[in-house]
Nanobody, 126 residues
Framework: QVQVVESGGGLVQAGGSLRLSCAAS????????MGWFRQAPGKEREFVAA????????NYADSVEGRFTISRDNAKNTVYLQMNSLKPEDTAVYHC???????????????????WGQGTQVTVSS
């Protein structure tokens, strides 16, 4: 089992930046595909980004492509989400998740993820 804890959320003005962190503990971190998802009030959970086991492959939602960057440091058991040029529509609770599936295909599918954090609030003011 893996436990994940997010941090780094907060209030930022439109156009600003935030970096989210997700610290994992438990099983071998490099065995897991890691993903970020978000959920705004009244909306469904939405895929944001995913990164493969060694970090060689990444996947982004169209809405964040070019603005957000996912990365991981397996030595520190941590995955990051650098968010630039933030927009009010990025406001949501951001969740980190770990997938033990051996397949990269489908990394945007939240049902593939086995372990979830409690989330961190990101609020972007206009």
């Amino acid at each position: 089992q893996v436990q994940v804890v997010e941090s780094g959320g907060g209030l930022v003005q439109a156009g600003g930046s935030l970096r989210l962190s997700c610290a994992a503990s438990g099983r071998t971190f490099s065995n897991y595909v890691m993903g970020w998802f978000r959920q705004a009030p009244g909306k469904e959970r939405e895929f944001v980004a995913a990164i493969s086991w060694g970090g060689g492959s990444t996947n982004y939602a169209d809405s964040v492509e070019g603005r957000f960057t996912i990365s991981r440091d397996n030595a520190k058991n941590t995955v990051y989400l650098q968010m630039n040029s933030l927009k009010p529509e990025d406001t949501a609770v951001y969740h980190c998740a770990a997938s033990q599936s051996p397949r990269w295909i489908g990394s945007s599918d939240y049902t593939r993820y086995d372990y979830w954090g409690q989330g961190t609030q990101v609020t972007v003011s206009s």
